[in-house]
């Protein structure tokens, strides 16, 4: 798992849980205080934060385990997969693009980090030089051809400026 990711959602829940048992406790203390707790807003939103709050802690943890998981010995050496940077031809806008396969909280299209669960990055997944991945957009279907590849294996660390 990238390090700054990692990092991320270390956070991300450190923060979801001091808001769950410190914050939220006094929050919810203080609205019981203020009586009739069938029409009090505070109390109520208080309780409904919390749900979000344990919802998105199980999410994360769940991602933290997923990611943890990644096996990078699986990544294939000659194939697109995970950390690969791949140089396309886009044959409908009739271009070269490069784009860098990596986790969806990575992702930045702008930067050429596409997620390996979006549409191009699932499309990619597994393509050979000069293999040809069809993509469906909204805006119709995509041809791109696979010009040129680097995988996780060939570079140990691909800056976001060498994309």
Partial sequence: MPEQVKKRLEEEIRLLEH????????EIKKAVALGDLSENA??????????FVNARLGQLKKRM????????????HDKVGFGATVVVFDSSKNEELTYKLVTSEES??????IST???????????????????VTPNGKR???????????DVKEVSPEAV
């Fill in 19 to 26: 808001e769950l048992t410190t914050e939220l406790p006094a």
């Fill in 65 to 76: 385990g997923e990611l943890a998981m990644v096996n990078l010995v699986n990544i294939p």
């Fill in 143 to 153: 041809e791109l051809e696979v010009l040129k590849l680097t995988t996780i294996h």
């Fill in 108 to 113: 930045d299209v702008a930067q050429g980090l």
């Fill in 42 to 51: 505070e109390y109520h939103m208080a309780k409904q934060r919390q749900v």
């Fill in 117 to 135: 669960t979006s549409p191009i990055g699932r499309a990619l997944l597994g393509k050979k030089l000069g293999e040809i991945a069809l993509v």
